[in-house]
């Protein structure tokens, strides 16, 4: 068994930045014209971006917390507990960010009232779609290309950091609700309709709760155990049958763990003889494999005897 002892410096995910920076400048906007409009299309979105800039301090906070060192009760440190910070921003975006845009929604169908200076709400919420589309293209080129090349919602699905994925989410409900508000708010000031600027606010509320669930249901996923990607996983597969100590691979587990992972093998070794050449050997595949995939923070190596069956881990 081998145990890689390096502790992660690296500052917070840029994402978290990019999103955290666009959403203060973007909220103090749609605040402003929100007022001056009597939009609640334009109120709505004021209360999604600062539900945003509520989650990313909460993800800032649960970065630095996923960094703290090991201790004798959690040898594995506390990578995991991003995830759930994680969940919390989720549920954050839900109930803040979507019920209270689609309340916002109703109250404005309920009462309407005619819009005021529309075409000021139709400016900033253009500059606003600018702004969110250019963090949302920044938070994308943070994620490796690798991984991008098989699509983005691929990667949503399978990434196993949490901060990350979240700001992807937000800032993508961010360029969508930016888009409802605006369809809702020209509706609105051609047809003279107010009700159409309520539907906008409602409109942008189900869009932050359909992320939000959409972010649970992965994060659930992670805070589980979930594997690492398919195509990681048999990379590593097709390493170790190449190597000729190995016989046969029995059994291969790779368990993400915060940005690093959990690798369990069991094998069937050419080696035979003394106790201690096989030892030797075992440690010489676990540096190997680890020097290939550095993500492979703690590996566990267990030989096994053909009699013993081929039974997983």
């Not at 809702?184 to 869009?207: E, T």
């Not at 915060?258 to 080696?271: K, N, P, S």
Request: aromatic content about 8%.
């Amino acid at each position: 068994m081998k145990v890689n002892r390096r502790h992660h410096t690296s500052g917070p995910p840029r994402a978290i930045y990019y999103a955290l920076a666009s959403n203060i400048a973007v909220a103090t906007c749609k605040y402003g014209v929100a007022l001056l409009t009597n939009s609640g299309a334009a109120l709505a979105e004021a209360i999604h971006s600062s539900a945003d800039c509520l989650n990313q301090i909460i993800m800032l906070y649960g970065h630095r917390r996923a960094r703290a060192r090991p201790d004798e009760q959690h040898p594995f440190g506390f990578g995991r507990e991003q995830y759930v910070y994680g969940m919390l921003v989720a549920m954050q975006l839900f109930v803040v960010g979507g019920l209270a845009s689609v309340a916002v929604g109703v109250f404005r169908a309920l009462h309407p009232s005619p819009l005021d200076r529309p075409w000021l709400a139709v400016g900033v919420l253009c500059a606003s779609g600018v702004i969110e589309a250019i963090a949302l293209r920044a938070t994308i080129r943070t994620i490796e290309p690798r991984h991008r090349a098989h699509g983005l919602f691929n990667w949503f699905r399978e990434s196993g950091r949490a901060a990350v994925m979240l700001a992807a989410g937000e800032d993508f409900a961010s360029v969508v609700g930016v888009a409802v508000s605006l369809i809702a708010v020209v509706a609105s000031m051609l047809s003279q309709n107010p009700l159409f600027d309520a539907l906008g606010g409602i409109g942008v509320g189900l869009v932050l709760m359909g992320t939000a669930l959409f972010s649970m249901r992965e994060i659930k996923s992670l805070l589980v155990g979930e594997s690492a990607h398919q195509g990681v996983r048999d990379e590593m597969d097709a390493w170790l049958r190449t190597r000729p100590e190995i016989r046969n691979v029995v059994s291969l587990v790779a368990l993400k763990w915060a940005d690093d992972l959990v690798i369990a093998v069991q094998a069937e070794l050419e080696t035979e003889g003394r106790a201690s050449d096989l030892v030797r050997t075992i440690g010489r595949i676990e540096n190997d494999l680890k020097s290939q995939f550095p993500a492979a923070r703690w590996i566990y190596f267990e030989p096994e005897l053909r009699e013993h069956g081929r039974n997983p881990l």
